[in-house]
């Protein structure tokens, strides 16, 4: 058996709790969810309104910098949510 289980950590976006995933050969993943990747403002900036709205709210544009991160929650977190 050739079976490879690759741990990586991950930081729950919402509690900041660390935990395991378990990354499978086939891509699979257990432990903890994936929401997909989000961009958050880092450093120095500001909003600066594109004048469109988006549902009422004005859109704006960061100045600074922003950073991609992978937004991910804990199964505490995420069980959480179903209540
Ligand atoms: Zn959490």
């Known amino acids: 058996m050739n079976e490879e289980i ?4 991950k930081e729950c976006s919402l509690c900041d709790n660390v935990f395991a995933v378990e ?11 994936y ?4 961009k958050v403002p880092i450093g ?3 909003n600066i309104p594109t004048g469109e709205k988006l549902w009422g709210c004005p859109v704006v544009n960061w ?8 937004y ?9 949510e179903e209540d």
């Open 35 to 38: 929401f997909g990747e989000i």
């Open 63 to 70: 100045s600074g910098k922003e950073k991609t991160i992978e």
């Open 23 to 33: 990354i499978q050969e086939d891509g699979k993943y257990e432990n903890g969810h």
């Open 6 to 9: 690759n741990l990586i950590e």
């Open 72 to 80: 991910w929650e804990c199964d505490d977190c995420f069980n959480k």
């Open 44 to 46: 120095v900036g500001e």
